[in-house]
């Protein structure tokens, strides 16, 4: 069903726009040089490491700034393959690793692999091998160089073939919580949620590709945390996912979703030594409910962190939860500036991502955009004006290209 246009509206509103867009108040580009230093900078007990504690309240959230995507990655925008109803994509996550984009569909159990282009690769059945994925893969790792998909489930890793989506093996993992497997070397390295309650005794570990561990990083490191909930008991640490940036060769970020009351620290782990070392935290973070919670992310040029309000009433199918993301901020490492933004696809006129929530694992920042909120998207910002002549073309180009039966479109890019 092609979308019908008024291009008569739109024209009238640009032609206008145009005429008044030295006073549309859009930047071009921002710096956050100009922005007040809003963290501070804290030498670690062992003498060679600094800990960046980011103030919550120096942040002025009543009027945040456009902050341009391009400074925060360099990325593309994809679409994604369709013409057949089997390789649509839906709502939720799309994750970029390397030279592939990869969704995952818990109510279908399967996971559709694309290259970066866009090109349908492969369907993964869930239901094939031991276990299914219904509700229970916490996450999915391609490892390029053997062609292989890696699904992780509460118990257990599933091994599959890239190209073709053939069930190869399993990896049993015991008992796990939120896990993630990544290739390091010629092993497996694997993050997951410590959870006190459930007594897990790894929340870091290395093991060979049959799932042998040879090191590992304890849970009970978190478990010291000051978190107190009167419905739960002291020190209970809830729901949590590692988020995993390989940045560096030699260590990986560790970070994980805060929802009770807990701040937390993004850690380096360094897999060389065992070490996990704090990075970055912040201070005075002021919850509204129980329900809200935090995510902390880091680049090599700067600190991120995204707060989320969500509804306290279950939604359906799954007693899921509507996920509105409330502020969000970013602070330059070496500065330590940092103000709360509104990040904008500055390739589309600074078009706001608004409540839409962006996946960053593995280094890969992705954006998943179903047509329809794409063209709303596109028309909320021609509607308001303030683009230039090639950046009217350009989008006005872009929404007349985009049809209601398109597969979805990913914005993706590598972190700065």
Same mark, same amino acid.
């Given at each position: 069903?092609? /979308?019908?246009?008024?291009?008569?509206?739109?024209?009238?509103?640009?032609?206008?726009?145009?005429?008044?867009?030295?006073?549309?108040?859009?930047?071009?580009?921002?710096? *956050?040089?100009?922005?007040?230093?809003?963290?501070?900078?804290?030498?670690?007990?062992?003498? $060679?490491?600094? *800990?960046?504690?980011?103030?919550?309240?120096?942040? %002025?959230?009543?009027?945040?700034?456009?902050? &341009?995507?391009?400074?925060?990655?360099?990325?593309?925008?994809?679409?994604?393959?369709?013409?057949?109803?089997?390789?649509?994509?839906?709502?939720?996550?799309?994750?970029?690793?390397?030279? #592939?984009? +990869?969704?995952?569909?818990?109510?279908?159990? !399967?996971?559709?692999?694309?290259? !970066?282009?866009? /090109?349908?690769?492969?369907?993964?059945?869930?239901?094939?091998?031991?276990?299914?994925?219904?509700?229970?893969?916490?996450? +999915?790792?391609?490892?390029?160089?053997?062609?292989?998909?890696?699904?992780?489930?509460?118990?257990? $890793?599933?091994?599959?073939?890239? =190209?073709?989506?053939?069930?190869?093996?399993?990896?049993?993992?015991?008992? @796990?919580? #939120?896990?993630?497997?990544?290739?390091?070397?010629?092993?497996?390295?694997? *993050?997951?949620? &410590?959870?006190? *309650?459930? !007594?897990?005794?790894?929340?870091?570990?290395?093991?060979?590709?049959?799932? /042998?561990?040879?090191?590992?990083?304890?849970?009970?490191?978190?478990?010291?945390?000051?978190?107190?909930?009167?419905?739960?008991?002291?020190?209970?640490?809830?729901?949590? =996912? &590692? +988020? +995993?940036?390989?940045?560096?060769?030699?260590?990986?970020?560790?970070?994980?979703?805060?929802?009770?009351?807990?701040?937390?620290?993004?850690?380096?782990?360094?897999?060389? @030594?065992?070490?996990?070392?704090?990075?970055?935290?912040?201070?005075?973070?002021? =919850?509204?409910?129980?329900?809200?919670?935090?995510?902390?992310?880091?680049?090599?040029?700067? #600190?991120?962190?995204?707060?989320?309000? !969500?509804?306290?009433?279950?939604?359906? &199918?799954?007693?899921?939860?509507?996920?509105?993301?409330? =502020?969000?901020?970013?602070?330059?490492?070496? @500065?330590?500036?940092?103000?709360?933004?509104?990040?904008?696809?500055?390739?589309?006129?600074?078009?706001?991502?608004?409540?839409?929530?962006?996946?960053?694992?593995?280094?890969?920042?992705?954006?998943?955009?179903?047509?329809?909120?794409?063209?709303?998207?596109?028309?909320?910002?021609?509607?308001?004006?303030?683009?230039?002549?090639?950046?009217?073309?350009?989008?006005?180009?872009?929404?007349?290209?985009?049809? %209601?039966?398109?597969?979805?479109?990913?914005?993706?890019?590598?972190?700065?």
């Amino acid at each position: 069903m092609k /979308k019908i246009v008024s291009y008569i509206t739109f024209f009238v509103i640009e032609t206008f726009s145009m005429l008044q867009s030295c006073q549309s108040g859009i930047e071009d580009s921002l710096s *956050l040089d100009n922005y007040p230093i809003v963290a501070e900078r804290i030498p670690l007990d062992n003498g $060679t490491d600094s *800990l960046i504690v980011v103030d919550y309240d120096k942040f %002025d959230f009543d009027h945040p700034i456009d902050f &341009p995507l391009s400074e925060y990655c360099d990325y593309e925008i994809v679409k994604l393959e369709g013409g057949s109803k089997s390789i649509m994509v839906g709502a939720g996550d799309v994750f970029a690793q390397g030279n #592939y984009l +990869v969704w995952y569909d818990f109510i279908t159990q !399967r996971i559709l692999v694309f290259d !970066r282009k866009g /090109k349908y690769i492969s369907t993964i059945n869930g239901k094939d091998g031991p276990g299914n994925f219904e509700m229970l893969c916490q996450s +999915v790792y391609i490892d390029e160089e053997n062609e292989i998909v890696y699904a992780n489930l509460i118990r257990r $890793t599933k091994v599959y073939d890239l =190209k073709t989506g053939e069930f190869k093996r399993s990896i049993d993992q015991g008992q @796990t919580y #939120y896990l993630t497997s990544i290739p390091y070397k010629d092993k497996l390295l694997y *993050l997951q949620t &410590p959870v006190e *309650l459930l !007594r897990f005794e790894k929340a870091i570990w290395i093991a060979d590709k049959e799932g /042998k561990v040879e090191q590992y990083f304890p849970a009970s490191y978190f478990w010291k945390m000051d978190i107190v909930d009167s419905t739960i008991g002291d020190n209970f640490w809830t729901d949590a =996912k &590692p +988020v +995993v940036l390989d940045i560096e060769k030699d260590y990986f970020i560790y970070s994980l979703f805060h929802n009770l009351t807990v701040q937390d620290s993004t850690y380096h782990y360094y897999p060389a @030594t065992n070490k996990l070392i704090p990075s970055a935290t912040q201070v005075n973070y002021k =919850k509204k409910s129980d329900s809200d919670y935090y995510v902390q992310e880091e680049t090599p040029s700067y #600190y991120s962190a995204i707060y989320i309000e !969500r509804s306290a009433k279950p939604l359906p &199918p799954y007693g899921t939860y509507k996920y509105i993301v409330g =502020k969000r901020v970013i602070v330059d490492k070496k @500065t330590l500036k940092g103000s709360a933004i509104n990040l904008c696809v500055d390739q589309l006129g600074m078009i706001n991502i608004g409540q839409d929530y962006w996946t960053t694992l593995h280094g890969d920042f992705c954006l998943n955009l179903s047509p329809d909120i794409l063209l709303q998207r596109i028309e909320e910002r021609l509607n308001k004006g303030g683009l230039d002549g090639d950046e009217w073309l350009k989008l006005r180009t872009l929404y007349d290209s985009i049809d %209601d039966d398109d597969n979805n479109y990913v914005i993706v890019g590598k972190l700065k």
